[in-house]
């Protein structure tokens, strides 16, 4: 029987094993960060509103808010508005040679995180709702556990494998929801959250 919470398929991956903790920013240097992130046209008007508290956290090169988003717009139901657009990348501020979106940090953190705080914003504040749910993905009606990424060289967890390929998991590990407890409640709150326990704790016993 798949699991359903309120018309969202919970896909099995997430009662999987994870593959360690969510690993930290001064080892995987902002993996994620790596082709910015689609997000509602509602949350980017929400975004630039909050331009001057932003700003600060940037340097002076990327203080144009005119350049912290694509032109580019796609229709998709998994944006509440039906609408999304997707953040600028750019080179990255801590000399790698790599790119990554316009708000990442020499230090990988997030100006928009940054700026959140700094204002006493509740979590997640105005950082993008598939940013504060990573590797958590919600999409096309299902939520699990985003592996594509992680295929492209934005994994979340480590220990990680050759590039291109997951790790192997040990039935000793966590489950995947258990580790990404704040990801899942954030997605589905609590009450979904306890769905995927008890699931997992009937599947333990059998």
Not at 27 to 34: F, M, S
Not at 134 to 156: F, K, M, N, Q
Not at 170 to 177: C, N, R, S, V, W
């Amino acid at each position: 029987m798949p699991m359903i919470f309120r018309g969202l398929t919970l896909n099995p991956n997430l009662l999987k094993p994870a593959r360690g903790a969510p690993c930290q920013l001064d080892e995987c240097g902002g993996a994620c960060c790596v082709g910015g992130i689609w997000l509602d046209v509602l949350h980017v008007e929400k975004i630039l509103d909050h331009s001057e508290l932003i700003k600060p956290w940037l340097p002076t090169e990327r203080q144009d808010s005119d350049g912290w988003f694509s032109d580019e717009v796609v229709e998709h139901a998994d944006f509440a508005s039906g609408v999304g657009t997707a953040t600028a990348i750019g080179p990255r501020l801590d000399g790698s040679g790599r790119v990554a979106c316009v708000f990442a940090l020499a230090d990988h953190s997030c100006a928009l995180e940054n700026a959140s705080r700094q204002a006493g914003k509740p979590w997640p504040g105005l950082k993008p709702f598939d940013c504060a749910t990573y590797p958590v993905l919600r999409s096309e009606g299902e939520l699990r556990r985003d592996t594509e990424s992680a295929r492209r060289g934005a994994d979340c967890q480590g220990p990680k494998g050759r590039k291109g390929e997951e790790a192997a998991t040990t039935p000793d590990q966590p489950a995947f929801f258990q580790v990404f407890r704040r990801e899942i409640e954030l997605s589905i709150g609590a009450q979904g959250y306890a769905l995927l326990q008890s699931t997992w704790e009937r599947r333990q016993r059998r």
